[in-house]
């Protein structure tokens, strides 16, 4: 990990705060990445804020990670989390990291975190895209194309029932390049595996598509991305993308997110679910 201090904006304490009687809660990030290949030669890596609102210093500390994807295999399980363990934050004030190739000595990475911050912060993150042949630029932060993804406190996350993902892309027919691509992601920071039964939703409901109703298990204490397809037909017309719902039915709590991607930029787009009555 490489520590940023932003002088206009983050000051980091070096002593412990002194309160202890504040009261802290777990905020899961649903998706982090480090050098992930995307389309092309696109590549993703997340910067991830904290932010501290209120008038008293506070503080943030890793949790612990939920393991998705790595090159080598497996470099999620294979040693101990290598990062800031604790940072400390006057009041009204910011910090930022970015994660780098010290995440396990990772090539490339994806998952999810859980931070313990003191009641008040905020964590946020920014799923960047750097192509690697486009100009260098020598800013640290807020470079390429990204895609801004709110961290979520344990006990705000969808609860059991039926959530709505809502307005989300694809490209049926396409007769080039595809244009938009449509991921389902999931973050489970309980030690239950959690079931999912995903279909079309409200009239995009009426569409064929043999790929709905899909069940998808998510495993204690992980993160797991899909691919959404697009229906196909018979037709000789070339189709636009369209905008379309999905539903899903869950049987724990879930951090739940679609990601949106605009090929023509390879820009992203985070959609959060929305209860439905």
Not at 193 to 201: E, Q, R, S, T
Not at 215 to 234: G, Y
């Amino acid at each position: 990990m490489r520590w940023f201090s932003l002088p206009t904006m983050v000051i980091v304490l070096l002593t412990p705060v002194a309160s202890q009687a504040q009261e802290t809660e777990f905020i899961a990030v649903p998706a982090v990445a480090y050098s992930l290949p995307g389309f092309g030669d696109n590549l993703w890596t997340s910067e991830i804020y904290f932010s501290n609102p209120t008038s008293t210093p506070a503080s943030a500390k890793m949790g612990y990670v939920l393991p998705g994807y790595t090159v080598p295999p497996d470099a999620w399980m294979s040693c101990p989390w290598t990062g800031p363990w604790e940072l400390h934050l006057a009041a009204n004030s910011s910090a930022w990291y970015q994660v780098e190739g010290d995440l396990c000595a990772a090539d490339q990475a994806v998952g999810a975190y859980v931070f313990e911050v003191t009641e008040g912060v905020v964590v946020s993150s920014r799923m960047v895209n750097h192509d690697p042949n486009g100009s260098d630029r020598s800013d640290p932060f807020l470079s390429g194309f990204g895609t801004e993804i709110p961290g979520i406190p344990l006990d705000e996350l969808p609860q059991p029932g039926s959530h709505l993902l809502p307005a989300l892309v694809w490209h049926p027919d396409r007769c080039g390049p595809r244009t938009f691509d449509t991921y389902v992601g999931f973050t489970n920071p309980y030690d239950v595996a959690v079931n999912v039964v995903i279909d079309l939703a409200g009239e995009s409901h009426d569409l064929t598509n043999p790929d709905f109703p899909q069940s998808v298990t998510v495993p204690a204490l992980s993160w797991k991305q899909i691919s959404i397809r697009p229906p196909t037909s018979d037709t000789a017309t070339c189709g636009s993308p369209k905008l379309f719902d999905l539903r899903l039915d869950i049987d724990g709590p879930l951090a739940i997110y679609a990601s949106i991607v605009d090929r023509g930029k390879q820009d992203g787009r985070i959609v959060l679910p929305l209860l439905i009555d």
